[in-house]
């Protein structure tokens, strides 16, 4: 009896001491605080900074560009394993590395990406005190080693991603980067300021839909990264909420600040006597923005829209420039109606429609009954929006063929929302009660938005699964883990209410795996900068003297011109014009790329470190240049009256003229016939297409289509075991880039035009 008891007891403080352990995993007891890293690179040597700029300014003289300024390619959306999604997507079992710390940003940016500027842009909803000011120290660390000789090799940024996500359109404004100016944390944000709602809500309430914490029995071995990951989340729960009411200026450092709205982030920067830039991105994202938004609201003054200076228009997440008369559901929220597909675009809803369908008439159901069911199917899918595919139980990705998506833009954004463009937003007019009209006057930027910390990932199509965000389950078990199994699949539709809807978390709501075949390694911003420095660098982002690529380093001007041929406006301009403006365009093809990585890399990093890094391939300019074929003009004329359609207000292609490029570039020169007698604002842009290279993920959904055109059977390039890690699914693609537009303000006079700022 004795033994039996203390048997017994044992047996009870295994339980208990078992018991224990699966609760610390759940609240992070046995994780470890993830640090910054450790910036590793010396200086880039200043020869190899001076050739840079000289390879530019011989191609600028060339093309006959005067030498006043130089141009700087660099990314302002930049990730660290200090973002939710980033440390997530870092987990083995998702086929990630680990750990992507924010110090391996500096070396992969001056190394192997060969930038001149980044900006660290962690989402705010996970930064805790520490971790902000260890994002400043590192970001401060960089631009210290970076200084060769006086001339940084890079010119580093500290910022924060604001990710607001909303359940409706009324109250989604969408993600914005903040970046500051200086390094001084006097002149930076006390703490990074998060977006109420969604985002919040998931990481200090549920973030055990997105991970849960027993997926670290799974994986025994790297059961640290799982255990790591605990404490991440509870270090930000442990963050006591500021005192809402009170102006940012007088809060303590060490609460966790919170603005619901555009307009309250601006507010609340402006109370700590800031002023940085903010930038709106991906706002053409499907996966999380409620089909029915517009920028209606995001134009009334209350919103602070005038702050916007710069906008992203390319990331590694897709295109958010085009507007097309289509839409993915219409109808008001209370009211929704999925809407019959076109040679251009099949709605996801209607979509939900016809695999019911096919599943009715495979059980052989009448026609009748599968009309009706098919019908119900389309509410259903409609009633729910971006969630949609929820409705259909069993549904694989495969089944939703190429529908949802842009057939006919350059690299779309998944799901891509038409109304919240680039270009909807541009032709877009707020009209205030007292007659005042408020408009955004963007300039363009490219961005890697890269959660691996690496900036300026898109310089050559490899290494899908590193220089991409594409990832996934190593396994169908461990897919399952994460998203619902396939399980049986009925002949009907499964309605979903919203408050069911809102209450479900987790990476089923995004279509997480057929959104991965659409992650590409994104774009660049250039700025053409008057010095190489911090305020030079400023200056030419702050007065959009700014254009985006889609990821590889094409040389462009675009300039308003007076008879003489004199530049009078440049990117970015508000210029009072009262007669037929004239411009002109002069842009160079990226350069060719040698393999592997030059010897300043070889010689500044380890071998292992610059294998981790750069995956064995840098940037590593050849001698020749692309080709750019051809130059494509857009016209945008904004409302001038409210609610009148944007259709016929967007010119996309309102031009296009050929480029004869023998391999230096090419110059075109074009004027509008009809500004003076259509006697209303325009803006214009350009864009310039670059011949034909390679391009990760350059055709997502690798369709087979009949002979109307009409995707019939889908092959995503999936990020999960799917599809094999050393399968790149690169394909030629059209890169190019986006000059910031040229706003002309019509004016009834004979005056000359005069640059407003």
Known sequence: ???????????????????????????????????????????????????????????????????????????????????????????????????????????FARYCSALDFWAATDHAEALT????????????????RSDADGIPDVIPFVGFEWTQVGAFPDDHYGHKNVIFRSLDPSEIAARPIAAAGVTVRALRDNAQAMLPPQIAFLDLANRQDYYDFGRFVQDVRDVPLCDETAESGALPRDCYEIAATPGELVARLESQGLDPLIIPHGSAWGFYTPPGTSWNKQLDPAQRPEAFRLIEIFSGHGNSEEYRPWRPVIGDVDNL??????????????????????????????????????MIARENAAFVG???????????????????????????????????????????????????????????????????ARPGIGYKPFERHYMTDAGGAVSQDIAERFLPPDG????????????????????????????????????????????????????ALENRQVYATSGLRQLLWFDMIDADGNAIAGMGANVEQAGDPVFRVRAAGSLRQNPGCPD???????????????????YNPANERYRITRIEIVRIRPQVADGEPLDGLIEDTWR???????????????????????????????RAIQQPSGQVNGDPLRCTYDENGR?????????????????????DVEHRAWSSPIYLAHIASDAPGVVVE
């Open 1 to 107: 009896m004795r033994y039996l008891l203390i048997a017994g007891s044992i047996a009870v403080i295994i339980a208990i001491c078992a018991g224990l352990y699966v609760y610390g995993v759940f609240q992070g007891w046995h994780g470890q605080p993830r640090g910054p890293g450790e910036i590793t690179g010396a200086a880039v040597p200043s020869q190899t900074i001076e050739d840079r700029i000289a390879r530019i300014n011989e191609t600028a003289q060339i093309l006959g560009e005067p030498e006043d300024t130089e141009i700087l390619f660099g990314d302002l959306h930049v990730h660290s394993t200090f973002s939710t999604d980033a440390f997530v997507w870092a987990l083995p079992l998702l086929r990630g590395e680990g750990a992507n710390p924010l110090a391996d940003a500096c070396d």
């Open 129 to 144: 005190p520490t971790r902000w000011s260890q994002i400043i120290d590192t970001v401060q660390q960089c631009a210290a």
């Open 337 to 374: 109606v999925c809407p019959s597909p076109s040679n251009d675009f099949l709605p996801s809803c209607w979509r939900a429609g016809e695999i019911i369908r096919e599943r009715c008439e495979d059980e052989g159901l009448s026609a009748d009954v599968c009309d009706e069911r098919a």
């Open 386 to 452: 971006l969630a949609g595919h929820l409705t259909v139980l069993g549904e694989a990705p495969e089944d939703w063929l190429d529908s949802g998506q842009c057939r006919d833009c350059f690299l779309p954004a998944f799901n891509h929302i038409p109304t919240t463009s680039v270009q909807a937003g541009l032709a877009t007019t707020h009209f205030a009660d007292d007659g005042e009209e408020f408009r955004f006057r963007w300039g363009f930027i490219g961005s890697s938005d890269t959660h691996t």
């Open 488 to 539: 049986e699949a009925p002949a009907q539709s499964s309605p979903i209410t919203r408050e069911e809807l809102i209450q479900t978390a987790g990476f089923q709501i995004t279509e997480l795996e057929r959104q991965a075949s659409f992650f590409t390694g994104g774009g660049l911003v250039a700025a053409h900068v008057g010095e190489r420095s911090r305020n030079g660098l400023w200056s």
């Open 600 to 618: 300043y890399a070889v010689r500044g990093l380890s071998p292992d470190r610059l294998e981790q890094l750069c995956r064995g391939e840098c």
């Open 656 to 686: 296009t003229l050929p480029c004869d490029d023998v391999g230096e570039g090419c110059e075109v020169v074009f004027s509008d016939p009809e500004f003076a007698e259509a006697g209303r604002d325009t803006v214009y842009y350009v």
């Open 711 to 731: 995707c019939i059977e889908a092959n995503p390039c999936f990020g999960d075991y799917r599809t094999d890690m050393s399968e790149d699914c690169a394909v």
